[in-house]
């Protein structure tokens, strides 16, 4: 085994105990995961392993696979503990998540996937996003700090660069590192 098939394994292995204490925190009722973008992120998911492949990222496949295995399964846990409503922007947020999957059904072209698919993808974040804004406490920081390092070993992982291969993991550290940055400022930066 390759140092950068290491990697990937290490960046999925990472991100599977991300989910570990967000499961726990669950369960425990001290975070409320959004329904909405962990169901679209599920979605999603499919989408990326199936390009993923198509582009022959197979390095930091464990990574794909985890990010469709665990948004499903914190999807299907969400059912039990939502309690909230939902305002008109998350449904906004979740057509226009649902409208970039059907694009990616009508193209079948990898970058044009990926790209659409990662449309998608922030958008289903903006109603996380704003409710992490608005009660860090809603979210679990070990997990948040967990997906981080996983994405960016993943960066170490890819052996060869190319658009199709590079820009998932590399907008998951931007991402993964925006929900860190708003959940230590709630916590320890608000007045």
Same mark, same amino acid.
């Given at each position: 085994?390759?140092?950068?098939?290491?990697?990937g394994i290490v960046s999925g292995i990472l991100c599977i105990f991300a989910f570990?204490?967000?499961i726990v925190s669950m369960y425990k009722k001290e975070i409320t995961p959004h329904?909405?973008?962990?169901?679209?992120w599920a979605m999603l998911g499919t989408v990326t392993l199936v390009t993923y492949i198509?582009?022959?990222a197979i390095e930091t496949l464990p990574l794909a696979i985890v990010n469709f295995i665990g948004p499903f399964?914190?999807?299907l846990l969400t059912i039990k503990y939502w309690k909230g409503k939902f305002p008109k922007f998350d449904y906004i947020c979740l057509a226009f998540s649902l409208l970039a999957i059907i694009i990616y059904v009508i193209y079948h072209n990898a970058a044009i996937a990926l790209t659409?698919?990662?449309?998608g993808d922030f958008i289903a974040a903006l109603p996380t996003i704003r409710k992490t &804004? #608005?009660?860090?406490?809603?979210?679990?920081?070990?997990?948040? $700090?967990?997906?981080?390092?996983?994405?960016?070993?993943s960066l170490f992982a890819i052996k060869d660069f190319s658009y199709?291969?590079?820009?998932?993991?590399? &907008? #998951?550290?931007?991402?993964?590192?925006?929900?860190?940055?708003? $959940?230590i400022r709630g916590r320890y930066f608000r007045n």
């Open positions: 085994m390759n140092t950068y098939t290491t990697l570990v204490p967000y329904p909405f973008s962990w169901f679209v198509g582009v022959g399964t914190i999807f659409v698919n990662l449309l &804004y #608005l009660d860090s406490s809603s979210e679990n920081l070990t997990t948040w $700090i967990l997906f981080t390092l996983g994405a960016i070993v199709g291969i590079l820009i998932f993991p590399l &907008y #998951l550290v931007c991402f993964e590192l925006l929900m860190c940055a708003l $959940i």
